[in-house]
Nanobody
Framework: QVQLVESGGGLVQTGGSLTLSCAAS????????MAWFRQAPGRERAFVAY????????SYAASVKGRFTISRDNVKNTVSLHMNNMKPEDTAVYYC???????????????WGQGTQVTVSS
């Protein structure tokens, strides 16, 4: 198993920036594809960003492409999500997740963190 702990959430103004981090422990981090998902009140948990084992491939939801950047450090066992030009609709609980598959599908992710709240004020 792998354990995931997110940090870095908080309150930010529209147009501002925030960076989320996720620390992994347990099984070797470099064996897992990593992703960020988010869940807004009353909505289903949705894909935000994905990064491959080496970090060489990434993908993003259309709503965040060009504003968010996912990265990973396989030495420090961390994955980060840097968020720029934030909008009120980015307000959600953000979760990092680990998978042994190349996937953007929530159902393919076996391990989840507890989530961190991000609120963007207008």
């Amino acid at each position: 198993q792998v354990q995931l702990v997110e940090s870095g959430g908080g309150l930010v103004q529209t147009g501002g920036s925030l960076t989320l981090s996720c620390a992994a422990s347990g099984r070797p981090f470099s064996r897992y594809r990593m992703a960020w998902f988010r869940q807004a009140p009353g909505r289903e948990r949705a894909f935000v960003a994905y990064i491959s084992l080496s970090g060489g491939a990434t993908s993003y939801a259309a709503s965040v492409k060009g504003r968010f950047t996912i990265s990973r450090d396989n030495v420090k066992n961390t994955v980060s999500l840097h968020m720029n030009n934030m909008k009120p609709e980015d307000t959600a609980v953000y979760y990092c997740a680990a998978s042994d598959r190349d996937s953007n599908s929530r159902s393919d992710y076996n391990y989840w963190g507890q989530g961190t709240q991000v609120t963007v004020s207008s």
